[in-house]
């Protein structure tokens, strides 16, 4: 009975995400360009409110609930988040649009390469200094035009539970650009308790990850947006220590009452 809801779940999930990305992605990705954001309802640049849209979407497929506590502050901020599962992009996004530091393979990915780049994406490749280089101009400019830029200073989805050893050097183009970096902390919660086989089960590729959240039971993204830390006067190990204090603590703290 169990295989079979597993099966059932992943049929018409899989059905609903490809009428999403047929139908909703291309025009999302139209409104990210320069009259999308220029072009306002409520407030809120429609660039924004349909990528947000897009991504809330992909997480109600994927059986995921959001609970927030904080809110994201407008302006330029470098939002620096413990990383757990490929979704966690989705999840983010789906509360407030923000440019991520990708890996350079997603910008050739079909509809989901276009998305991130007319989001304002910044592609690195991995290994590369020239790349680095490159990445780092890129996110000061991003901050400098107001916006939001994004990454996951753990370096990467790594084995095992909690949360990783921030790395320092993207914390640089924060120093640079004189703009507050935001630690938001992920976790994922099911019955009550952590849910941490959201993430690559050992010797798991991605369509094999892909395909089990496809079929797993709802769970809930617990969401918290932390106070911000001020860039000036600070060097980008302290500002990395800091944001990683501040998002572990957040992490180990008492679960919310489902």
């Not at 429609?46 to 809330?56: G, H, M, Y």
């Not at 590369?128 to 901050?143: E, F, K, P, T, Y």
């Not at 039971?217 to 990683?244: F, H, S, W």
Request: aromatic share 10%; net charge positive; proline share 4%.
């Amino acid at each position: 009975m169990k295989v079979f809801s597993g099966i059932l779940r992943l049929t018409y999930r899989l059905l609903l995400l490809l009428l999403h990305l047929l139908f909703a992605t291309p025009v999302t990705v139209l409104c990210q360009y320069s009259w999308g954001r220029s072009t306002h309802l409520a407030g809120r640049p429609l660039s924004e409110i349909t990528s947000c849209w897009w991504s809330w979407v992909i997480c109600r497929i994927f059986g995921i609930r959001r609970r927030l506590t904080g809110e994201f502050k407008p302006g330029a901020q470098l939002v620096a988040a413990n990383h757990i599962s490929w979704i966690d992009i989705a999840v983010l996004h789906s509360f407030a649009s923000m440019g991520f530091v990708a890996k350079a393979e997603i910008d050739g990915w079909p509809l989901l390469g276009g998305l991130a780049r007319a989001g304002g994406s910044v592609f690195h490749q991995r290994g590369s200094h020239d790349s680095a280089s490159g990445v780092a101009v890129a996110m000061v400019n991003r901050l400098h035009e107001n916006r939001r830029v994004a990454i996951f200073p753990e370096g990467g989805i790594l084995p095992g539970t909690g949360v990783k050893r921030f790395h320092a050097r993207m914390f640089a183009a924060a120093i640079d650009a004189d703009k507050p970096v935001q630690p938001v902390m992920l976790r994922y919660l099911r019955d009550g308790a952590r849910y941490d086989a959201i993430t690559f089960l050992p010797n798991e590729h991605f369509m094999g990850n892909f395909c089990r959240l496809l079929m797993q039971k709802n769970c809930t993204v617990d969401v918290q947006v932390l106070p911000l830390i001020e860039a000036a006067g600070m060097q980008r190990r302290q500002l990395a220590g800091e944001a990683e204090r501040r998002v572990r603590a957040a992490f180990e703290s008492d679960l919310p009452d489902a």
